[in-house]
């Protein structure tokens, strides 16, 4: 799944409470999101900058079928601290196109994603620090990612009861990547398969609180690299836990999740060892029948294997608050304003970070 299409969905998850309960037949959806990233002093580059305009549509079909199709256009830039200039790069991103089958409504779901190659599959080498730079998950850049040779995933997920309350959920899916050549001139990248599996709960408790949680472990194989060898990924954890309870008219909910990069396979180019950590709160707040603020605050932590043991990569907190607003009975908006402040090490310097993310989504229903 591409970056945008998941931002996508998570902006609709906060809809619901706007639009209402009804099932739509057919659901648009769009947006344009904005972020940049200035940096102190001792770094290769001093500002990092995104535009992303994610665009979605999803069709049911009947009381099973689900279709929906995700993609986005997206303009990085990096500006080069030595003053050589600017590298740019600009494009659609990967299409996702999905298909879920209800095999036992409301228990049992088969999906099958095909992700279609429509981003950028060869780039020049000039380009390859841009594509490093936004791909941290320190900063958490809409698009980390431009393209592939494309994939096919399929999986399935299902729920079940817990008592009379609670549910437990699980999924399992496998992701088989088509090879293709990111750098012109370069090897031939042949992806390794990925198997991912899930594992969720949620349920009330005391008082009107709702609790959340999913941990997803995710087993990616080596990446072949034309004649010079492979590219090992170690195995992935992410944990994810969040309460929500109410507060006077208000409803607060604290949130936070760690992915954690477990140690590589020996291999002639292993990925490091690496975790990141967040956590959130964030306040629902109605001002109207209409209109609901929703101020927050994340704090996320990154560490990085520098071959002695795990090192500080950075940390990044981030504030600010979005603004929900019911159109019409068939359209909803999001207005997003945050700031995120911080500090990034390399090689034994500290620099700080600063910067914004404006955001704007719409959707539409019928």
Known sequence: MTRARSLLITLAAALPGILGAQAATTTARSGAFFESYSFGTGLAFTRISELTIPISVTQRIGNRLVIDVGTAYASASVHEAS??????????????????????????????????????????????????????????????????????????????????????????????????????????????????????????????????GALVFTNTAANDIGGSGQSTIGNRVLGYAAVSMPLGKSNLSFYGWDMRRLQAAPGPVPVPRGNVLALGAKLDRPLSPTATLSPLLELRHELTDNGARMALLGYLLRAGTDLRYRLSDRTAGVVQAQLAFGTLHDEGKSVSIVGPRLGLFIEWAR
């Open 83 to 212: 003053g050589s200039g600017t590298i740019t790069h600009s494009g659609l991103v990967d299409t996702d196109v999905r298909a879920t089958f209800g095999v036992i409504p409301g228990k049992l779901v088969f999906n099958l994603v095909g992700t279609v190659p429509t981003g950028a599959t060869e780039v020049s080498d000039t380009k390859i620090p841009l594509f490093g730079a936004i791909a941290t998950d320190l900063l958490g850049f809409m698009t980390p990612a431009f393209g592939s040779g494309g994939a096919i995933t399929a999986g399935f997920a299902s729920a079940f009861k817990m008592g009379s309350d609670w549910a437990v959920g699980t999924g399992a899916s496998y992701r088989y990547s088509a090879s293709y050549v990111p750098v012109k001139g370069g090897s031939e990248v042949n992806p390794g398969g990925e198997i991912r599996a899930r594992l969720g709960l949620e349920g009330p408790f005391g008082g009107g609180k709702y609790f959340r």
